[in-house]
């Protein structure tokens, strides 16, 4: 049994995907403030401010992108799916299908912002977390997230505010000093209905630009998810997206 068939994880993922999206339709162009902490090291905080600069003065950081592009999706299944995107069609013509293996994914949206935008950055309020081998590490607010809406309890699902159990981080690129990587993940395991418990959530984004001074794209994301539902059936899902541009 696939676990994107389960009512509760339907509703995860739209929940999620509407939340990381609020911020990226809310002031869209506003300029990212960088947020410096005396006890970063000094090159991370560098890092961040270049890797600021470098993001505001993108172009193209609407939700369109004026570049046509493939995107491959696949799951543990063996199933993949390849659409492509011609951004010159008209709307509700811009999406075909090339090619299909097993069960279409077409309908699947990661649960991730898309493009990397000014705005996404801005509200993450990026302060310093660590230091891996190829990346300068910050911490994102998760709080900017909340809905302020009142928790509604049913017999068939218990929703809960997945912002209260999410982390964000951001990494920077040690050579390049760009924005590369953008990851949420839980600290702890929770239950979004009474039977299922989700032990691990890891929602991971590299981002690179389809075309010189474009925006920033998650070329490369991934959705892992695991844990069990009910007293016999655990699971572990991981779902992936690639991006790559069409032509010159």
């Known amino acids: 049994m696939n676990i994107l ?12 995907a509407l939340l990381l999206s609020a911020c990226i339709c809310f002031a869209v162009s506003t300029n990212v403030k ?9 090159h991370a905080l560098e ?33 993949q799916t390849t659409l492509r995107f011609a951004p010159s069609k008209p709307n509700g013509m811009q999406w075909a299908t090339l090619s299909i293996v097993g069960k279409s994914l077409a309908e699947v949206k990661l ?24 990346y300068w590490v910050f911490k994102g607010d998760m709080d900017i997230y909340s809905t302020n809406e009142p928790e509604q309890n049913t017999d068939k699902q218990a929703e809960v505010n ?11 690129d040690k050579q390049t000093r760009q924005f590369k990587r953008l990851s949420f993940t839980n600290l702890d395991s929770f239950r979004p209905s009474k039977l299922a418990i989700i032990d691990r ?9 389809l075309s010189e001074n474009g925006p920033l794209v998650a070329v ?20 992936k997206q690639e991006i790559e541009k069409v032509g010159d």
Not at 34 to 42: I, K, R, V
């Open 47 to 79: 890092a961040l401010r270049v890797a600021t600069l470098a993001l505001n003065n993108r172009e193209n950081t609407s939700l369109a992108l004026a570049v046509p592009y493939d995107k491959k999706l696949s799951d543990t299944e063996g199933n």
């Open 201 to 209: 959530i890891v929602i991971d984004a590299l981002y690179a630009p």
């Open 34 to 42: 960088a947020s410096f902490d005396e006890t970063a090291p000094h």
């Open 220 to 239: 490369q994301s991934q959705l892992t998810i695991s844990g069990s539902y009910g007293f016999l059936y655990s699971f572990e899902e991981v779902i």
């Open 5 to 16: 068939s389960f009512p509760f994880f339907r509703y995860w993922r739209e929940h999620v």
């Open 111 to 134: 649960p991730n912002p898309f493009m990397l935008t000014p705005a996404v950055v801005d509200k993450l309020n990026l302060t310093y977390f660590d230091e891996e081998p190829d």
């Open 162 to 172: 997945f912002d209260e159990y999410l982390v964000a981080f951001v990494g920077i």
